[in-house]
């Protein structure tokens, strides 16, 4: 049995990979695949990769491009989400701002540099015609100390996907004042060069071990509500994010890293852009 170290965030996204260990396919296949969470989000798993914690994450495809362009020793694998993230920009139900507009120049609650709240915050103020020199900001590290966060004041308002935080809306901890979403497919497979120098095979079998989970996951007999019930969402949030979602079996194409890396470069987050053969397999 081989054992394989793989992260991702506790989010709904990944219920496909928690479906196929629960159901003992990557076993089957002669793989013990070891799944941590990691609620910190894409800041934490790019160093992780950075310091061969892991072997796999399922992980922001803009803050692991970012990532491998700043040393970090990795590559994409595949296409895991073929669809943009909606990120809720969230502000305290308490704070005094009411919009969009009112946040310049304001601090937005980060869960770490190099996230993706961090570098969404980037594009949401590109968007918005904002100074993005001006843009502060305060590490909170997860959704948790973004309710500190925003509650206290010590940061004005967080990005975070849309449907994760809902909850945190309808029970009055936030208030949602605007949605960004990314210009891109949002989550990829992620490996180190390591792993997928040593073990082609292995990674190759777990690939098309997720594949087909993900392929036949929207046609799962009740699928929204066993969503709802395990990520303690409504169920007419899952079946909005579920008709929004569509997962991928396939390689990131070369024009949507082309323009993942002109984003970065135009705000000034990466240095150069890499050839195609640096970031993807």
């Not at 394989?4 to 506790?10: A, F, T």
């Not at 196929?20 to 941590?36: T, Y």
């Not at 992980?59 to 073929?82: D, F, N, P, R």
């Amino acid at each position: 049995m081989k054992t394989v170290k793989i992260i991702g965030v506790p989010e709904h996204f990944n219920l496909p990979w928690h479906l196929a260990l629960e159901e003992n396919a990557f076993k089957d296949r002669g793989i013990d695949l070891k799944w941590s969470d990691i609620p910190e989000g894409t800041g934490r798993m790019c160093q992780m990769l950075a310091d061969n914690e892991t072997d796999i994450a399922i992980i922001l495809t803009e803050g692991l491009v970012k990532s491998i362009t700043a040393g970090t020793k990795a590559k994409i694998v595949q296409e895991y989400i073929a669809t943009p993230l909606l990120w809720g920009i969230h502000v305290g139900a308490n704070s005094k701002h009411q919009t969009i507009e009112d946040l310049i120049n304001t601090k937005a609650a980060i869960s770490r540099f190099g996230s993706g709240s961090h570098l969404m915050a980037y594009v949401n103020a590109q968007n918005n015609g904002w100074d993005t020199n001006q843009l502060q900001f305060k590490i909170i590290n997860n959704l948790d100390g973004a309710v500190t966060g925003l509650t206290d004041g010590t940061a004005d308002y967080f990005m975070w996907e849309h449907f994760t935080t809902k909850p945190l809306v309808d029970n009055g901890t936030f208030r949602r004042v605007a949605d960004c979403p990314t210009p891109w497919p949002c989550f990829v497979i992620a490996a180190t060069d390591n792993f997928i120098a040593e073990n082609p095979g292995t990674l190759e079998h777990i690939l098309e071990v997720i594949n087909l989970y993900s392929e036949e996951f929207k046609s799962i007999p009740s699928i929204d509500r066993t969503l709802a019930n395990r990520y303690e969402q409504k169920l007419e949030d899952i079946q909005e994010w579920l008709s929004k979602t569509r997962w991928s079996q396939s390689q990131l194409n070369t024009t949507t890293l082309h323009k993942v890396q002109d984003t970065l470069l135009s705000l000034d987050l990466i240095d150069k852009k890499l050839d195609s053969k640096s970031i993807l397999l």
